[in-house]
């Protein structure tokens, strides 16, 4: 049977969704193993059987997150080797991306991105040029090396749970020989918000929240959505750089994307456009946003935004 | 110190972009220097100004890969104030995907670092074409470099390269002895624009044309045939077309999460 081979960096507490998306694809493609590093909560090593998983592997080294991606990559290609996987699944984060650069390298194995959908014969789904056109890829390789975005498929847990076996791989004595370290760490207070890349709302401000976030956090509550912003709000450091949705912010596709106070300028059309449904609120009728909207408010956003705020908590109730 | 900056032509993402051919690669007709490259390069440009320019031997060269068009971003980097400029052009190289860039662009840099070991390279985040973010991080596993990925500030003192770098979660401060790689994003300066006086400099700086001989690359290790992927259909999508547009009066809050019911979306 096919292998593949998924790999969680750091898998924390609990199992993210797009975790099990990827184990959901791996099964899809044959068995599947687990490639992770840090530590292993009890309950999430329970998740990955019952999602699953066959092995787990661990690395032999605790220091790898000292390091920017380059030992990650040295640990999973042995656990590639160890596990004779033909497909590797990563998340497409920038680490995750890049983890599978330097694999692709030293497997000397073909590395498709951004991918959204995987068919049973390994031929992957991806966009390209800022969701303009879709594509299939496939790696010419022994070994393909894909990166999939979130909110790809939908989760499904085989019937019977699985016990994996552990396996210890040996991370290569060099691998951390010519990597940059990471040398100092300062954590971002969680919003407790859904993550902008899996949420499957969006409200995002630009320029026109003119500094006050405010009205479209309480929306994004209502909603149960995550924030979002276009570079001329982060520019103008009203809210984080992480929340950038565009061609060097993130790229998102939710169910909602709700754009106010933004004018749609194709840099950030490229990071949303794929969404489901584009709702616009703006007060220039010029606006470029409006040609994508499904639905879009010529207003002020001061007065809109609120309004739909009330109106949908007294739905809720 | 000897810095080369990969520089690459790309489409403008301003007009509608395509692609062409059996192996569906993108059309270059309407092509720009990438503006996240010109970030690397004004970081480049910095730190060479930092230690007294060219006329204290520090160096600053424009790499670039592709068709002759290619050479457009090179001469806008000259413009801009890079020292020389190098244009990697091979027809054998049409239809690299990563792997085989990475590939050739290694061999290029080791060129490049014949003649005096080259102590940096630095790129953009991501190309503004394919976006993959792939090319940096192979470049620094073909040339055993480490790499300094997406930093968002850079400081080189004496040996060492400090440079930060944001996450979702955290950001970190990174930290490598050179030579070492680095790309940068958008928010690590403000790129300058050419002005007179440097687009007339430019005209007098050498641009060195390489082919896959010159380096050292096999033929068969690049392009369509190297590539380590096959990109097999391509469909443009529909482009979205606007659906409702109403003007608030007074009440657009309301429709819009009537809308939002509609669309089984609360
Ligand atoms: C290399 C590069 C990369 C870039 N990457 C990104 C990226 O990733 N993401 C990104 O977003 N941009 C990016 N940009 C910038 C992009 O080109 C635009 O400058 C930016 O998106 C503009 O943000 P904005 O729409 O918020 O601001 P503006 O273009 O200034 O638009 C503000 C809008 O708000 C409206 N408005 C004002 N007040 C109100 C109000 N009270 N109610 C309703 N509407 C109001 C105005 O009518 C206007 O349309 C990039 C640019 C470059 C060169």
Do not use: C
């Amino acid at each position: 049977m096919a292998k593949a081979l998924v790999f969680i960096d750091n898998p924390g507490s609990a199992l993210k969704k797009s975790s099990l998306e990827l184990l959901t694809i791996a099964r899809s493609l044959g068995e599947a193993a687990v490639a992770f590093n840090g530590e292993l909560h009890d309950d999430v090593a329970a998740a990955l059987g019952s999602h699953g998983a066959s092995v787990l592997y661990r690395p032999s080294a605790t220091d790898l997150d000292d390091y920017l991606v380059a030992p990650k990559a040295a640990y999973l290609a042995a656990a590639v080797a160890a596990s004779g996987a033909e497909t590797v699944l990563l998340e497409n984060t920038a680490d995750g991306k890049e983890i599978a650069a330097r694999l692709g390298v030293k497997l000397n194995a073909g590395v498709i991105t951004d991918v959204v959908g995987v068919d049973a014969d390994g031929t992957a789904h991806k966009s390209v040029l800022a969701g303009s056109y879709t594509t299939t890829a496939k790696a010419r390789t022994a070994v393909a090396v894909l990166t999939v975005k979130p909110n790809s498929v939908d989760v499904e847990a085989p019937a019977a749970a699985s016990t994996p076996e552990a396996v210890t791989i040996d991370v290569p004595a060099d691998a951390t020989a010519n990597a940059a370290r990471i040398t100092g760490r300062a954590e971002k207070p969680a919003s407790g918000r859904p993550e902008l890349t899996e949420a499957r709302i969006v409200v995002a401000g630009g320029r026109g929240v003119d500094g006050d976030f405010g009205p479209l956090e309480e929306l994004a509550d209502a909603l149960g959505g995550a924030l979002g912003a276009s570079r001329a709000a982060t520019d103008a450091g009203w809210i984080g750089h992480d929340y950038q949705v565009g061609q060097t912010g993130k790229t998102v596709s939710p169910q909602l994307y709700i754009s106010a106070g933004i004018s749609g300028a194709i840099q950030q059309k490229a990071g949303m456009q794929t969404s489901k449904v584009i709702v616009a609120i703006n007060k220039d009728a010029e606006s470029p946003i409006f040609e994508i909207a499904d639905f879009g408010i010529i207003g002020d956003l001061f007065k809109v935004v609120p309004q739909a705020t009330e109106e949908i908590k007294k739905r809720k109730g | 110190m000897k810095i080369v900056v990969l520089v690459k032509h790309v489409p403008d993402a301003q007009f509608d972009r395509h692609l062409t051919g059996p192996g569906n690669t993108t059309d270059r007709d309407e092509s720009i220097l990438s503006e996240l490259d010109e970030y690397a390069l004004e970081a480049a440009l910095q730190l060479s100004e930092a230690r007294g320019g060219a006329k204290a031997g520090n160096e600053v060269i424009a790499l670039s890969m592709g068709p002759a068009g290619a050479v457009n971003a090179i001469k806008k980097s000259l413009q801009i104030g890079a020292s020389s400029g190098a244009h990697l052009s091979d027809d054998a190289l049409a239809g690299s995907d990563a792997a085989a860039t990475s590939l050739a662009l290694a061999a290029a840099i080791r060129y490049l670092a014949a003649d005096a070991p080259v102590d940096l390279v630095l790129t953009g985040m991501a190309s503004t074409d394919g976006e993959t973010s792939l090319v940096p991080a192979q470049l620094a596993e073909r040339l055993g470099l480490p790499q300094v990925t997406f930093a968002s500030s850079l400081e080189v003192n004496g040996e060492r390269v400090v440079a930060r770098r944001d996450g979702d979660a955290h950001a970190d401060t990174v930290e490598a002895t050179l030579p070492a790689l680095v790309s940068v994003t958008d928010q690590i300066n403000e790129p300058r624009y050419p002005n007179f006086k440097g687009i007339l400099a430019a005209k007098k700086k050498k641009i060195t044309a390489l082919t896959l001989a010159d380096i050292g690359v096999d033929a068969a290790q690049v392009g369509a045939a190297g590539s380590l992927t096959a990109v097999e259909t391509a469909e443009a999508r529909p482009p979205r077309t606007a659906g409702t547009i109403i003007t608030d009066e007074g009440d657009a809050g309301i429709k819009l999460v009537e809308f939002l019911a509609a669309q089984k979306l609360l």
